[in-house]
């Protein structure tokens, strides 16, 4: 059931980096591997920080969801890109799924409930920010117009909270699964924002070009 | 001899490294660090993933190609352009040599057939895609218009088919290479593609423009 | 002592990663991200190097640096931006302390002398390196007009050579400190350079674009 769940919610985060290969007119394989980097990546970092062997290589049928993928999008990008929202919310699924497993597997390594939390939230959005930077263009995490991360802060935090009062049961992993889902499509829906990294400075002047290089100083 | 074959592959991938630095107009210390990470990388992340301490950094003598790779293209930049497609068949070279190390190394830590097979070929594209990550720009890995990744995989699984039926040695080793080397210099020659990511529908427009930063939704 | 050190570093490195995020438009959580990346990022890449849990997240009292850094560039953007060469001071201390701290925690780790030192370099150079590549930028450090890792070898070396010396005590810690510090002032002041990583062919034509993505062949 856990292993079913786990590899639906890589499925779709996978669905995302096939997708973002077929946008950037990367060939088949190139699809596969962005599609695992997507849907196992945030998974591996977190298992290298907890300074374990990551448990995505310990069994290859986590490797099968990201070649469904690719094949999917071979087969029906138009479709695809008709579906969407659809697939915002597949990936809201995965976002609520990864922080709550995230949280859980670090918090059974012990780790303190801050770091728990942060590696939940790493597990929930690292695989979306490797492809992106794999395929050398801005984050979407970094997107100003979408609250992606607060959702995945929440859910971890949920996470911990439960686990800490020991109430951790299904029926609590849902209604804490669905608070996450329910406020990321609330996110979309409602065109939800937090502020800029700039305070006043910037709003006064056209907003610095996304994606474009600059440099730092 | 071992020891000899690795140092002259990290040598020709840390070639490509600084040749990149080149073009990116990079300074010396910059070819010397890009050098290093595309001779070196896709074995520290072979490591990492197996939960060790990355061979590369137990014995210094592994970073002096990344140095003398600089130096070659500091002193003979306009050679070294000439020259590109005995590059090409260096680098072929060591795609061979490190997917067969790399699936070798793995299965030797007890891992499945699968992963084996997997980290293989990350350790022989992993250092030339950190080079483009860190560099800035689309990994030729994902180029549709040259199928880089596919020798390294075939190249791993007959190692790893070798390793299992127990014939791994000297001549057996010599034939997998060989195979690998001559697919990789086929597939330049002859210019064989795989399919693109997307199926039919980016066929009817204009392609994706390479590198330019696109949002994923 | 040496924690408050530690946080006040990481807290200036932080202030340079939510700078970025505010240049490149980011909202103010990517800010915080991207504050700790910058900051903390170094050590962690050094850890997992050194195969342990990186200490970072050991304790949660390393992570407020980043949050502080993000309010100080959102409630202060304008100021920050005057004060740029105060921040350039500030890094040049993050640089001084990291690369000094990196190496040690490295030879106590029992590594060898040159492994050592290029930990050293990576613990005070990589957390910016992470920085832009995160945020799909080319790299300040390979930035031909300025010779940040320069001063972070040379803390580094001088630092595991009083180490084998067994002299290294508070008075040659802050000498070596000052060193680094100066040396790196010395070359924004001095506009001090290295030689290119192509030799004499680049200097003949147009310099190469940064930023723009390139093919590699």
């Known amino acids: ?23 950037r007119g990367f060939d088949i394989l190139g699809s596969v591997f962005l599609g695992g980097v997507c ?4 998974g591996v970092v977190r298992d290298l920080i907890l300074n374990q062997a990551p448990a995505t290589f310990q069994n290859p049928v986590y490797f099968t969801p990201a070649i469904l993928a690719a094949l999917c999008v071979y087969a029906l990008t138009p479709s695809v ?6 697939i915002l919310v597949f990936d809201a699924g995965g976002l ?28 929930a959005v690292g695989g979306g920010l490797l492809r992106d930077v794999i395929s050398n263009v801005t984050p979407d995490l970094f997107n100003p117009g979408d ?8 859910g971890a935090a949920l996470s911990a909270l439960a686990w800490h009062l020991e109430i951790f049961q299904p029926a609590v992993a849902i209604a804490i699964g669905s608070t ?7 996110a979309l829906r409602f065109n939800w924002r937090i502020p800029m990294a700039a305070g006043h400075w910037y709003r006064q002047q056209s907003p610095p070009p996304m994606g474009g290089p600059q440099r730092h100083f």
């Open 1 to 23: 059931m856990m292993i079913t769940m786990e590899l639906v919610g890589i499925f779709f985060f996978a669905v995302a980096g096939s997708l973002m290969a077929a946008r």
């Open 39 to 42: 849907g196992l990546g945030g």
């Open 81 to 86: 890109q008709r579906l969407h929202r659809l």
């Open 96 to 123: 609520a799924l990864f922080s709550m497993t995230g949280t859980l597997k670090a918090l059974d390594n012990g780790v303190n409930p801050v770091t728990a939390i942060l590696l939940g939230v790493i597990t």
């Open 147 to 154: 609250i992606y991360a607060i959702p995945a802060i929440l």
């Open 180 to 186: 996450t889902f329910l406020l990321r499509l609330c």
